[in-house]
């Protein structure tokens, strides 16, 4: 089984604070991906990465920034934490070519940002 | 872009009654769909994707999904609901070039009462 796992399940930091939200997958994907979910919106892409040090951007990309150094863990960081980041933050992974691109999900860090 | 909307935000519906949730989506030369389930404080898991072949595709836990590229839909259903299918219901789209990435509709919340 794909294994997809998040740094925290709950955070909770203050104003101005530097964050970092760990990924890792235990299944050689290629494709890694941040969203942050929130009631009503449904799931909003922040950044992907297709392969280690390359990224994309997604929707949402302000205010945040990550990192692939190795091909198993994808960082999201919250370079200064602001109230309207308080949010679900979902990791998923996917393997290039495969499956149609079914992405697998981590369990999810909640952040709140005080 | 894609685009995936999803007319319901909310379904209600007695046990052992059949539900229907909607999806359609942006037209695209190829399109791969999925259907994720999200219960509560939990990631997202696949119910069930189409990806070529037969237009009906079945899942887990009962669902069944069917591609109709006509109507570019691919409506969820199930015969009849238990309590525990109480979750958060997205689907998904990936067509074209997008480097892996998927785009998701809002979620349908289906809550089955006793």
């Known amino acids: 089984d794909v294994k997809v796992t998040q740094s925290s399940r709950y955070l909770v930091k203050r104003t101005g604070e530097k964050v970092f939200l760990e990924c890792v997958q235990d299944?050689?994907?290629?494709?890694m991906f941040w969203y942050r979910q929130d009631p009503g919106l449904g799931l909003r892409l922040i950044y992907f990465s297709y392969d280690v040090k390359m990224k994309e951007k997604g929707d949402i990309p302000e205010g945040y920034s990550v990192s692939r150094e190795k091909k198993e863990r994808f960082s999201l960081i919250l370079e200064s934490a602001s109230t309207n980041q308080t949010s679900m933050y979902l990791c998923?992974?996917?393997?290039f070519g495969t499956g149609g691109y079914e992405q697998y999900f981590g369990p999810g860090t909640r952040l709140t940002v005080t | 872009a894609q685009s995936v909307t999803q007319l319901d935000s909310q379904v209600p519906v007695f046990e052992e009654a059949p539900v229907e949730l909607r999806c359609n989506y942006s037209s695209s030369v190829s399109v791969y769909l999925f259907w994720y389930v999200q219960y509560p404080n939990q990631g997202l898991q696949l119910l069930l994707k189409?990806?070529?072949?037969?237009?009906l595709v079945k899942g887990i836990n009962g669902f069944e999904a069917e591609f109709n590229k006509s109507q570019t839909s691919f409506h969820l259903r199930k015969p009849s609901v238990h309590i525990s299918d109480t979750a958060e219901y997205f689907c998904a789209v990936k067509g074209g070039s997008t480097l892996g990435r998927l785009y998701f509709g809002r979620g349908t919340q289906l809550t089955v009462w006793p």
């Open positions: 998923a992974s996917s393997l």
């Open positions: 189409y990806l070529s072949g037969s237009t």
């Open positions: 299944m050689d994907h290629e494709n």
